[in-house]
Nanobody, 119 residues
Framework: QVQLVESGGGLVQPGGSLRLSCAASGSIFSINAMNWYRQAPGKQRELVAAITSGGITNYADSVKGRFAISRDNANNTVYLQINSLKPEDTAVYYC?????????????WGKGTLVTVSS
């Protein structure tokens, strides 16, 4: 079992920045990858950034160059630095932990943190 708690969302003006945090607890040593997803009103949840246990990162094309995912292993926390925010970045951002076995996969989710980009 993995528990995830996101924080750092809020209201920000276009062009601004935010840093989202995801604190993990529980079976953290079994985590293979940590991801950030977002879900905008009326849209499907989409993957925006990922980081593996080995530190390899990947980003959705729509956020490349503006978002940066990182991890602090000492504090069991994953961050999402969001820069140059646009109104279309408005969404609930969810942290996701993935555990993978030989023939199974488990996904854990946080409750999300709301990011609103508006002037």
């Amino acid at each position: 079992q993995v528990q995830l708690v996101e924080s750092g969302g809020g209201l920000v003006q276009p062009g601004g920045s935010l840093r989202l945090s995801c604190a993990a607890s529980g079976s953290i040593f079994s985590i293979n990858a940590m991801n950030w997803y977002r879900q905008a009103p009326g849209k499907q949840r989409e993957l925006v950034a990922a980081i593996t246990s080995g530190g390899i990162t990947n980003y959705a094309d729509s956020v490349k160059g503006r978002f940066a995912i990182s991890r602090d292993n000492a504090n069991n926390t994953v961050y999402l630095q969001i820069n140059s925010l646009k109104p279309e970045d408005t969404a609930v951002y969810y942290c996701n932990a993935v555990l993978i076995g030989s023939n199974w996969r488990e996904d854990y989710w946080g409750k999300g943190t709301l990011v609103t980009v508006s002037s």
